[in-house]
């Protein structure tokens, strides 16, 4: 199909049409659509190439190298071409690419044959870029390009055949010129055209193309260019017909008369040629059939005469017998050519077999379905009937077979809705068309109503009505034709066709019923307009069956639905086409002849047609009809009164439903009235009703209710249409009669509630309607009001029934009486059914009426009730539960109603309705804490609070709803506030007399407030935030502009809170100061001042004083023993401000101004602000250290201008003026003792932390010194002479004698040194002696043997109760003041004598003495509890909690027991021992140690006495176990060999039972048990004493064999249950990983440094109160001595774990942290360890963890290498021996097993290891004899001698090998001579 060289060379001169060919090209491209060319096709190949000759000379380079791409096989490669050239030519000039133009012809045609659809794509895109870069020098290259370019039109890829009509448009913009192109070069298209006919799959391509890939590119291009033949033809032929002027002969149209003539005879050649194209109809591929039938139409419409009648019968026969086409993408075309031959050539029917050839494959296609193609070939069967000769069928067989086979086919038709209405319509039309037509048939008038009839009784009524009534039956129920739908079938109608069961259930859907009818309807329609005679036999055979289908009752429901739906369609037709005869000829008639069966028969059936047709043609129109006569409007009332009203409202029957439609529809609008008052006084039926409304009937009821729903549904059907109702349906008597029955119930229950429902309405929202008045609706609503009320006052919880109380209370229902009944639940139910239905017409009252209000929150109450029982069940017993089932049933529905119905109405009623139903139910929240209800749990509090928080969601659109709704809950009531007046803008302090009678009520509000905080925060609830976000959003009927953010802030109510300070479940510590300070941090400055102010004004008219110690910071324990409300509140909240650095230093200079203002009054000091300042001072003071020194910075006096100095030394001089302490008496003014406090309170001690030695808080002046120097002077002068001992006097002396030590220290002298010693120790030794006393008498308690456990309780209770606060406290402060003495502040300059002043020895014997004093005092209190243990648990806890109210004191006793001497210890624990208790000091140490009340400080100290070197024996082993050890020396290994003693060890009970506690047990711990803390505490007093013995001592091997034998190696579980690797698994644990859980750092640092340090105090001390942190700590110290002291016990564990991922775990943490330590102080033991021996040396190697030991005996010798692996000890070292001399393989073999069993059984250092295998080598040379059981000298473990001999043998065994073999070998023989040992 290629050109030959010389053609491609003659192609590229200009033709001599080329200038025609250039004024046809756009000079531009053109954007217009591309029209006027009709086809779809397929075309995908390429053609053969030509050779590749074409010369690229002229062309650019770039551009021909993509030119020769574009010849590749590869279709990416021509794709990258395409784009490549696409761009080029966007970027060259015209001239250079006008020369590729010749070479992109020739490529343009091969590449349109590519089976690649991108390829061709990309193909007509570059050409598009081309013709709009060349324009009109595109003209003299047209010849070659317009035959592919046109067939490219006609691709079967819509998107490629788009791209070709785009660049030829490009390159010919108007319609005119492409059709001028076309005519043009119309030659040169056939000619391509032609080529591509003649085309063979192998003739395609040159390429290796797959065979199936160039089948499918052949058929591709056979359809394409078919259609493309047939385009061309339509185009050039039918063209003159449309272009204007053709009657004129012009240069053009000589052009186009040209073109038609070559047209017409390249048609006729090719139509000849080609069999006229009827090979190719008989194709495989649907395509080219497609494209063939559209050639074949395209010849018969353009050139008829091209067909010869001697090919007629041919071509006939193809065409009209291609009714066998079964694809339905041909059957367009197929229909187009069969329609244009048949009009075309009449007689084409006549040389072929009609029957056989066009009938019979016609049946099969109709009866098919039309194989698919519904909407093509069903319109057209109209136009087939029109054109088919009359002559060539037989009217009746042809029409009959017709439509049978036409109806078959809708199974398959109906499958989509457009099929569905083609089918139908198609059925309108050719039945009509039948009719119409039927004399083109028959001659005479009676043969053409005899076929006319024929039509009806055959097709209409066989067919199509037979059918309507079948789907009908199909869809209401399946059944057979053997039932009743056959015996009615052979009776009355009598099909023409008997189909399958599954053909009649194909497609039955509603949609297709409605269509089915649709038809009928018009088509008898058109029959009454055509012959009104044929309407009546379809009429007839219509009234026949409907009243057979009601006779037959059993089969009636089945098809009723069919003519209710037939007479809808039958209303819907009349009303369109205004025509009568729906009523007249059909539906009248049939119920004339129904009716009278209604009155013989219960059945709903026929009164539902009579409804049915009454609703749509009219009740006067219908009732015309069945009386047959015209009535007037009172004839018409009175038939209706007499008759109808009576039968439709008779008893309850299965048709009463209906009945009822009926009389509703023949309500008539002229007397609807009437009609109605004879409806509604029927039912009421006033004789009964008038004596009892109780009395009315029960069916009448019933029928009301059904009757009033269906009023309903008519009435809202009226309104969506019409927008209004129109019609009044009120009456006085329905009025009455819902009153009664409301009132009455429960009457009838369901239906009693069913017809209120629907008289009242409301069931929706969208159900507006009410029929009865506004008054009744208020009657009705207080009714139901009244009985939810009565429920809840049956309610069994109080608080239930206080909330009914407070819902009457104050309102116009007060003076219900309220009484329960038998039914109560059952009224209940009733009352709950008519809220469901009727709750929305509550708004058509006011939704903020007191009934309302009141309906909606008895709602929420018994919802609040159901969901208080459902938290409480496990409260409540069996029995209550029972009694409750029914209720709570009930309450459950209540609850399934508010989430579904009520909460829809309560968002429906309005913003003023919410808010009336959110003030009601806050003030029902807030009254049922202020009851005493019986509930003071916290679950109650938490459901109130709960409930708080559902209020807020559901009510508040805004923040601004939520503060208005707190506002309401913090009101004043008469329990609330109890402190603080919320509505004083200064929060002023109450003046409630009954605080205290209140207290309870408000400490339960503030619980409820403070759980309100916690779940939405302070922000809201106390500060009253409204963020801008949300301001900015609220709707504008929402935003109340005059508000002011500030009067939501309420630092009253944070006043309340503080001075409450507990309540149940929380604390103004925990609860309320850390969210306030968040807040202030936050920036809100103003608030922290309001609440500061509140308190202080309280604080100042009460004028209390706090009773604190003000030399120290207050505890918050100490505060919150504080009794003043205000006073206590305001310490602490000043303490928290200024412990979070909250309030600077301007903050503290405006609150030291602040009160000195307010501390005189004139000339007069405020005696209340006195009190209250030492508390206040006593915290500002420690702030002002800094704030005051600033402020004076750079003066050259720094005190000068000190506000605070000039105060303080102005305060000392007023103290100073006072009378000495000593010469106080009873009554004198407090004044002086409020003075003296605030000066105590100016100079405060600060204790740093825990153990830490106190010190002085501030800096004072030179002169304050002085002055306070000076005061205690005076006092000590005074005091020496005589001793006043009122309690207040020692106290405030104590507490100046501290400050003086504190401050004025180094200006004692020695006198001054003598009285305080003095009087320290006094203060000290009466609490030593009031201590020791009160454990004689538990002692003696204890001892006494009280049967009665409770009195002995009782005593020891007593005798530890601290009556004498005044002795601890004075000893307290001596303890501060001895602390302080022996470490002081350190002295300003270096020069400074006199440090420590007990430093000299002369104080040394006075200091022990007070040391010794202490300790007695520690080991009192330890001995008591001991003592007490000895009893029971609880005389133990009674004692440790004595010391809970005394923290400080027992801290500092426990500081100084930490700090005293070994000395000071001895003597304390012999004074223990002397004393004669029934527990020693050990005992007590325990006691303390393990106690079940812990005091941190005192367990410390406890356990530094228990681990200490010189006490650390006695603590762990018992007395007689010490006295084996006595005369043991730890200097040689040898003397240790020769004297260890076989006996067991055995430890103090006290640590014994903790180590062998079951790991079982402890496995199943809580982790922070007691128990368990105990047992690790046990284990690091063990370890810690295990880290302290030599390794060589015997004693530290026998407690190591007591590991071994009586503990248990699972207690390392219960550290890793500490330690939670699991979470760190899948990351490397090295040190400096940053991801790895807080407990794992803790315990991995906790474990190097008990490693490094060989101890556990540092995480003893900071061990309590217990944490998990803390507890991780402790666990991994724990593991590191393990590790460090018991490596062989560890790695025994280790080797047991059989969870790889566990163990894993475990060996990672230890090899990143414990051993690289470890291994370091291996390596370093070893390397400094002296071995003392000549025929011995060890080296070690850091870098390689190795150790090489060298042992040489005279002429023998081996080297041996010990490496430590990674995660030692955790993995058993590596032994290898790499040199042996002189030694034999067996000895060398078992020479290195035996240091294997050192190394790897040493539970200690490495270097004691191979001391004793070196040890063991040097005794056999001496020549003694080995173990025979374990072949070594030294035993492994217990490191022992062979001792035992055997009587017979005389072999020595170990004495631990001996006793192994007997107990495994169950004997007692001699291992190798088996005689008796």
């Keep these: 199909m290629g050109r030959t060289k010389g053609e491609a060379a003659r192609s590229k001169s200009r033709p001599s049409s080329s200038s025609e060919a250039a004024s046809l090209l756009a000079s531009s491209a053109a954007t217009v659509g591309f029209g006027g060319y009709v086809g779809n096709s397929r075309v995908d190949s390429s053609l053969t190439s030509t050779s590749d000759g074409s010369t690229f000379l002229d062309i650019d380079g770039e551009l021909a190298v993509q030119l020769k791409r574009l010849s590749r096989k590869d279709p990416t490669t021509k794709l990258k071409a395409l784009s490549s050239l696409s761009q080029l030519i966007a970027e060259k000039t015209a001239l250079e690419i006008v020369a590729i133009i010749p070479q992109w012809a020739f490529e343009y045609r091969k590449l349109l044959m590519d089976y690649s659809r991108e390829v061709r794509r990309a193909t007509h895109e570059t050409m598009t870029n081309l013709v709009s870069a060349v324009g009109r020098e595109l003209a003299p290259h047209l010849k070659p390009l317009i035959g592919p370019w046109w067939f490219s039109h006609f691709d079967s890829v819509y998107e490629v055949s788009q791209a070709a009509k785009r660049s030829f448009q490009t390159a010919f913009p108007f319609q005119e010129r492409r059709l001028d192109a076309l005519m043009l070069y119309s030659s040169e298209i056939f000619t391509y055209i032609e080529e591509n006919l003649k085309l063979t799959p192998q003739s395609l391509s040159d390429k290796a193309n797959a065979s199936d890939e160039l089948e499918e590119m052949h058929q591709q291009v056979l359809s394409s260019s078919l259609l493309a033949l047939a385009a061309i033809l339509d185009v050039i032929l039918s063209s003159h017909s449309e272009r204007p002027g053709s009657e004129n002969i012009s240069g053009e149209s000589k052009h186009a008369m040209k073109a038609r003539t070559k047209a017409v005879s390249s048609a006729e050649n090719l139509f000849s040629a080609h069999n006229y194209f009827l090979d190719f109809l008989k194709s495989p591929t649907p395509a080219i059939r497609s494209a063939a039938y559209s050639m074949v139409r395209s010849c018969i419409k353009n050139i008829p005469h091209a067909i010869s009648e001697g090919d007629m019968r041919a071509v006939a026969a193809t065409i009209l017998g291609s009714f066998q086409e079964k694809n339905p993408a041909c059957h367009s075309s197929m229909w187009d050519t069969v329609l244009l031959l048949t009009k075309s050539f009449p007689d084409s029917w006549t040389f072929v077999n009609v029957q056989k050839t066009i009938l019979s494959r016609l049946w099969k296609f109709l009866n098919n379905g039309c194989f698919g193609s519904q909407k093509v070939s069903y319109p057209v069967l109209v136009l087939f009937l029109e054109i088919v000769p009359s002559k060539a069928i037989t009217k009746d067989s042809f029409f009959l077979d017709f439509f049978q086979n ?250 009463t439903d209906v009945r009822l439609d009926l009389l509703l529809a023949l309500l008539d609008d002229v007397c609807f009235s009437e009609q109605w008052d004879a409806i509604v006084t029927y039912l009421v039926n006033l004789k009964d009703a008038d004596t009892c409304p109780s009395m009315v009937n029960r069916n009448h009821v019933y029928v009301f209710a059904i009757l009033m729903e269906k009023v309903r549904d008519r009435t809202t059907e009226i309104i969506h249409k019409s927008d209004s109702c129109e019609i009044d349906w009120h009456h006085e008597l329905l009025d009455s009669l819902v009153v009664s029955v409301v009132c009455s119930v429960p009457l009838f229950e369901h239906s009693s509630a069913r017809f209120l429902c629907a008289a009242l309405g409301g069931r929706s929202e969208d159900d507006k309607i009410s029929f009865v008045s506004q008054n009744t609706l208020i009657l009705v609503f207080e009714e139901v009001f009244r009985k939810l009320m009565t429920f809840m006052m049956d309610s069994p919880f109080i608080w239930v029934q206080d909330a009914c109380s407070m819902l009457l209370m104050g309102g116009s229902y007060r003076d219900w009486k309220l009484k329960s009944s038998d039914n109560l639940l059952e009224t209940a139910y009733f009352i709950l059914d008519i809220l469901g239905g009727s709750l929305f017409c509550l708004k058509t009252l006011d939704t903020e009426s007191e009934v309302v209000q009141g309906i909606l929150s008895a709602v929420f109450i018994i919802d609040w009730e159901f969901s208080w029982i459902t938290v409480s069940k496990d409260q409540l017993d069996e029995e209550e539960l029972g009694m409750m089932e029914a209720r709570f049933a009930f309450c459950d529905a209540v609850h399934a109603f508010r989430g579904k119905v009520c909460d829809q109405f309560i968002e429906s009623v ?63 009531s008469d329990s609330w506030p109890q402190w603080i007046i919320s509505d004083a803008s200064t929060g002023a302090r109450s003046e409630t007399e009954n605080a205290s009678l209140q207290e309870s009520k408000n400490t339960k509000f503030v619980a409820l407030v403070d759980k309100l905080i916690s779940n939405i925060g302070f922000d809201r609830v106390v500060a009253g935030v409204i963020t801008k976000e949300t301001t900015s959003s609220i709707k504008s009927h929402f935003l109340d502009l005059s508000i002011n953010r500030s009067n939501y802030s309420r630092p009253w109510l944070a006043a309340e809170i503080l001075c409450t300070w507990k309540w149940l479940g929380g604390s103004a510590l925990h609860s309320l100061l850390p969210p306030l300070c968040e807040y202030i941090k936050n920036g809100d400055s103003s608030f922290s001042d309001s609440v500061f102010n509140i308190l202080l004004d309280g604080a100042l008219v009460r004028g209390y004083g706090s009773g604190l110690n003000v030399l120290w910071t207050a505890s918050f324990d100490e505060v919150e023993a504080v009794q003043e409300p205000f006073l206590r509140a305001l310490t602490s909240l000043l303490s928290t401000f200024f412990q979070n650095n909250m309030w600077g230093k301007e903050k503290v200079i405006s609150l030291f101004n602040q009160l000195l203002n307010l501390l005189y009054v004139g000339d007069t000091t405020n005696l209340n602000c006195l009190r209250i300042l030492p508390s206040v001072m006593n915290i500002l003071v420690r702030t002002s250290k800094t704030v005051f020194e600033d402020c004076a910075h750079g003066q050259s006096d720094p005190y000068s201008q000190n506000e605070l100095h000039q105060h303080i030394v102005e305060w000392l001089r007023r103290v100073a003026s006072f009378p000495p302490l000593n010469a106080w008496k009873p009554g004198d003014g407090t004044d002086m003792e409020d003075w003296f406090q605030l000066i105590v309170s100016c100079f405060p001690v600060k204790v740093i932390e825990r153990m830490q030695t106190p010190k002085a808080e501030r800096y004072t002046s030179p002169i304050e010194k002085a002055f306070l120097y000076e005061l205690f002077q005076k006092q000590r002068n005074d005091g020496q002479a005589v001793g006043n001992k009122l309690p207040l006097v020692q106290v405030l002396f104590s507490k100046l004698m501290v400050i003086a030590v504190a401050y004025c220290w180094e200006d004692f002298d020695e006198e001054d040194w003598k009285f305080v010693l003095h009087r320290l120790r006094l203060w000290i030794e009466s609490a030593v002696v009031m201590m020791e006393e009160s454990v004689e008498m538990v002692n003696d308690t204890v001892t006494s043997c009280n049967n009665d456990i409770n009195v002995t309780l009782s005593i020891i209770e007593n005798a530890v109760e601290i009556k004498d606060t005044f002795t601890i406290e004075l000893a307290r402060n001596a303890l501060v003041a001895f602390s302080m003495l022996r470490g002081p502040t350190e002295p300003e300059s270096k020069d400074s004598e006199n440090l420590n002043p007990l430093a000299n020895e002369r104080w040394e014997l006075v200091t022990d003495r007070m040391l010794e004093s202490i300790l007695r005092l520690f080991f009192s209190s330890a001995a ?173 091997e026998r407690m190591i064999q007591y590991v071994q034998d009586f503990t248990n190696a699972a207690v390392l579980d219960c550290l890793f249950q500490h330690i939670p690797l699991e979470l760190c698994m899948g990351t490397n644990s090295r040190k400096k990983e940053v991801g790895i859980p807080a407990e794992v750092s803790e315990a991995a640092s906790a474990a190097v440094r008990a490693i490094t340090s060989s101890s556990v105090l540092f995480c003893v001390e900071s061990l309590w109160p217990i944490a998990p942190k803390k507890m991780a700590s402790l666990a991994g110290a724990v593991f590191g001595l393990m590790l460090h002291n018991l490596p062989a016990y560890v790695r025994g564990w280790f080797s047991d774990i059989r969870d790889r991922s566990v163990s894993s775990a475990i060996e990672s943490f230890t090899k990143a942290w414990c051993s690289p330590t470890l291994i370091s102080n291996e390596l370093s033991e070893i390397k400094k360890a002296s071995f003392a021996d000549d025929n011995f040396s060890v080296s070690v190697s850091r870098s390689a963890n190795e150790i090489v030991a060298t042992y040489t005996k005279d002429e023998t010798g081996m080297d041996l290498v010990i490496r430590l692996p990674q995660s030692y000890p955790l993995k058993p070292v590596d032994i290898d021996c790499t040199r042996s001399l002189g030694i034999s393989e067996v000895k060398r073999r078992k020479w290195l097993m035996s240091l294997m069993s050192f190394i790897r059984n040493q539970n200690g250092a490495l270097a004691e290891a191979i001391r004793i295998w070196k040890s063991n080598f040097d005794k056999e040379f001496e020549g003694v004899e080995e173990c025979p059981i374990c072949y070594s000298v030294i035993h492994t473990v217990n490191h022992s001698l062979p001792r035992l001999a055997c009587k017979t043998c005389k072999h020595k065994f170990h004495s631990a090998c001996l006793y192994k073999w007997f107990s495994t070998s169950h004997k007692s023989t001699c291992p190798l001579c088996q005689s008796p040992f």
């Design 406 to 655: 036409f109806w078959e086919g809708r199974n398959l038709a109906c499958s989509s809705n457009a099929d569905r209405q083609a089918f139908f319509l198609a059925a309108e039309e050719c039945f009509l068309w039948g009719l119409r037509n039927a004399s083109r048939y028959c001659d005479e008038v009676d043969s053409i109503n005899s076929f006319q009839r024929t039509l009806v009784d055959d097709i209409l009524l066989g067919l199509m009505w037979h059918e309507y009534l079948q789907v009908s039956g199909l869809k209401n129920k399946d059944i057979s034709y053997s039932s009743c739908t056959s015996n009615r079938a052979n009776e009355s109608i009598q099909p023409i066709h008997k189909e399958s069961r599954e053909a009649m259930n194909c497609s039955h859907s509603t949609d297709y019923e409605k269509s089915l009818g649709t038809c009928i309807i018009k088509i008898l329609s058109s029959i009454n307009f055509l012959q009104h005679d044929l309407l009546m036999i379809f009429c007839s055979k219509f009234q026949a069956d409907c009243l057979d289908i009601f006779q037959k009752m059993e089969c009636s429901s089945l098809y009723v639905q069919s003519f209710v739906n037939f007479f809808v369609l039958l209303g819907e037709h009349a009303m369109q086409r205004e025509e009568t005869w729906p009523l007249v000829n059909m539906v009248g008639p049939t119920l004339e002849r129904v009716f009278p069966i209604i009155g013989t028969s219960d059945s709903p059936d026929p009164v539902t047609l009579v409804s049915v047709a009454v609703s749509i043609f009219g009740s006067r129109e219908i009732v015309h009809e069945l009386m047959g006569i015209e009535l007037g409007t009172e004839q018409f009332l009175q038939y209706f009164n007499k008759d109808i009203i009576p039968w439709c409202l008779k008893k309850f029957s299965p048709s």
């Design 910 to 972: 309005g913003l003023n309705g919410q808010r009336s139903l959110g003030s009601v139910l806050i003030q029902l929240i807030k009254g049922l804490t202020n009851f005493d209800n019986g509930f003071d749990s916290d679950s109650f509090i938490s459901f109130c609070c709960q409930k708080l928080l559902d209020i807020f969601e559901f009510l508040c659109h805004d923040q601004i709803e939520e503060q208005k709704l707190l506002d309401q809950l913090l009101c004043k």
């Design 1424 to 1596: 008591a509890e001991a003592i007490a243990d000895s009893c029971c648990y609880e005389a133990s806890y009674i004692v440790a909690s004595s010391r809970v109210h005394h923290p400080q004191f027992w801290e500092l006793v426990a500081s100084c027991v930490v700090q005293s001497s070994s000395h000071a210890r001895d003597k304390a624990m012999k004074s223990m021992e002397i004393w004669g208790l029934s527990k020693g000091p050990i005992s007590s140490l325990y006691a303390l140690l393990f106690s079940g009340n812990p005091h941190p400080a005192l367990q410390y100290a406890a356990f530094v006495l228990l681990s200490n070197e010189t006490m650390a024996q006695l603590a762990l082993i018992p007395d007689t176990d010490l006295m084996l050890n006595d005369g043991i020396s730890n200097n040689e290994v040898s003397h240790n060999l020769d004297t260890t003693s076989v006996e067991i060890m055995q430890l103090r009970e006290e640590v014994s039972c903790k180590l062998r506690k079951l790991p079982g047990k402890l496995l199943q711990m809580d982790f922070l048990a007691h128990d368990r803390v105990n047992v690790f505490l046990a284990w690091c007093l063990l370890l810690s004493h295990l880290a302290s013995l030599p390794s060589s001592s015997s004693l530290r």
